[in-house]
């Protein structure tokens, strides 16, 4: 690549529009005092054509390419590659307060000796940001890293690079020149050189498990592999026979199971009392039929020769012998009604046995029948069974709890507490209710016997006079009788009583027999 021109316009410290023509220079230096903008040029070229410059230390840095005092900025680069001259030209725009590149664009020039201005033709090749960066490269064949370490040295670098220590001086020799990719790929072919020896170790290793793999085994291994082949291709084809007999067995075996059944249906079968009589009848019946109809025919054809021989001639003896026939043949004639009538019976039997027949049939099909219901119920009852065993399985691991016959003994034992616990009840309620029958008994003879209740007074105490004690005699003024039932038989005690008790006394008997 070599540079023909470059035109910068508010890029980094070129306020102001400059222009650099290279196109007459064949090798040029640049030269000035510190800050007058050398560093500047070559990075507004590396900027042309990478969109970046190294010095910044970062590749995506854009800010510092723009003036601080504009807010728009454009740098654009004539070079030559194998003789065809290129035009790259990028624009940078301040918004806000943030720098950014706003447009870039790469065209090839129509003409080998111009120099991109307004008016020349141009071919476009990219005319976007990352269009231009890989049509760049691809024209130069350098990546933006490559161009910045073997076209375009660093500043400051080249100054370490003379005042650093030999180490130090061989590692920024090697990060100048990309040499590191060397130290890479020496790394990267130790590692595979290790991998492929570790590889190697394991095949021989296997290798040596396949000692015995030799020429003999291997054509005694080929040979079995093709006696294997021929015997699938011979079992492959018999495969398809043994499925087609297989299912022929089965049908026959499904017809012999078939036709068992029908036999054992069959054999069950009576024929009824009388088919061989009726047999019989029927075929003498129609032979007698036959017979009649043998000589009814003859009759008719000798009838017919009598006529014939009336006709032809009057000899009487032909005549005599013409009557005769003509005689048995009224008599035969005679016999046929009877006939009918035996044929009739005889056909009228012939229906009942073809009746029997008919039923015996049916009763079949009803055998038929009902042996298809009890192949049916017998499936299902099989399948009953499976299920039941199934259902036993599952029961038969079910174990008893411990403590089972403790409980069933305690349950017994309620059981029988509770029964004799009954037993005491009814026997208590009998001998309750014969109490209260006595008891009515009781209070029924003393209403009868006219008793007198009397009130007596409660005393001071036990010790004293008998005064404390009223007489029978004194109390009779202040004696109640129940108002209820005139007697005191129903009262247990004085709040059972329909009569008020009188406060701090008692109702007693005016004998020595208290009530209530």
């Known amino acids: 690549m070599r540079p023909i021109a470059l035109d910068l316009h508010g890029f980094a410290s070129f306020r102001e529009e400059a222009h650099v023509d290279f196109g007459d220079a064949e090798f040029f230096a640049l030269v000035g005092p510190t800050g007058s903008g050398k560093s500047t040029v070559i990075d ?23 003036a601080p005092s504009v807010a728009r900025g454009t740098v654009k ?34 003409d080998r000796r111009g120099l991109a201005a307004p008016g020349d033709e141009t071919f476009p090749l990219a005319k976007d940001l990352d269009g231009v960066n890989e049509a760049v490269e691809k024209l130069l064949g350098l990546k933006y890293e490559d161009f910045t370490q073997c076209v375009v040295l660093p500043q400051g670098q080249f100054a370490d ?10 590692d920024i020799l090697l990060r100048l020149l990309g040499a590191e990719h060397y130290r890479l790929m ?27 793999a030799t020429p003999e085994a291997e054509q005694a291994a080929r040979a079995a592999e093709s006696t294997l082949v021929s015997m699938g291709e011979r079992v492959t084809a018999a495969l398809p026979l043994i499925s087609a007999r297989r299912e022929e067995l089965k049908a026959a075996a499904e017809r012999l199971r078939r036709l068992r059944g029908e036999e054992a249906a069959l054999a069950a079968l009576r024929v009824p009392d009388g088919t061989g009589q009726l047999d019989a009848d029927l075929a003498a019946v129609q032979a007698r039929v036959a017979t009649l109809t043998a000589a009814e025919r003859a009759a008719e054809d000798a009838d017919s020769a009598a006529r014939d021989a009336l006709a032809s001639g009057p000899q009487r003896a032909p005549l005599e012998l013409a009557r005769a026939h ?8 005679a016999a046929i009604p009877a006939l009918a009538g ?19 049939a049916s009763a079949v099909e009803e055998a038929r029948v009902n042996r298809d219901a009890a192949s049916r119920a017998a499936e299902v009852a099989a399948e009953r069974v499976a299920a039941l065993t199934a259902e036993h ?24 507490a509770v029964t004799t616990a009954a037993a005491a009840l009814e026997e208590a309620e009998r001998a309750d209710a014969a109490a209260r029958d006595t008891r009515a008994a009781a209070a029924h003879a ?7 209740l009397s009130r007596v007074k409660p005393s001071a105490g036990r010790a004293g006079a008998g005064s404390s004690r009223a007489s029978p005699r004194n109390s009779r003024s202040n004696s109640r009788r129940c108002a209820s039932c005139s007697n005191c038989a129903r009262c247990k005690d004085s709040s059972n009583c329909p009569t008020a008790t009188p406060p701090g006394g008692r109702w007693r008997r005016s004998k020595a027999i208290t009530f209530c």
């Open 44 to 66: 507004a070229m590396t900027f042309a054509l990478y969109g970046s410059v190294p010095r910044w230390d970062n590749k995506k840095m854009v800010s510092l390419a723009l």
């Open 77 to 110: 680069l004539v070079f030559e590659v194998d003789g065809q001259r290129y035009v790259v030209a990028r624009e940078l725009r301040r918004v806000g307060g943030k720098v950014g590149q706003r447009a870039a664009s790469l065209e090839r020039l129509a």
């Open 161 to 170: 690079f003379l005042h650093a220590k030999p180490a130090e001086r061989q």
């Open 186 to 212: 020496m790394t990267q072919a130790n590692q595979r050189a290790s991998v492929a020896a570790q590889r190697a170790s394991t095949y021989a290793e296997e290798l040596l498990g396949y000692a015995d």
């Open 326 to 333: 003509r005689a048995e043949h009224a008599r035969h004639h």
């Open 342 to 360: 035996d044929v009739t019976r005889l056909g009228a039997r012939s229906s009942k046995a073809s009746a029997a027949v008919d039923a015996a």
């Open 393 to 416: 399985a599952n029961l038969a691991g079910v174990t008893v709890p411990a403590g089972i016959t403790e409980l069933d003994q305690r349950h017994a034992s309620a059981a029988t």
């Open 446 to 452: 003393r209403a009868a016997s006219g008793v007198v």
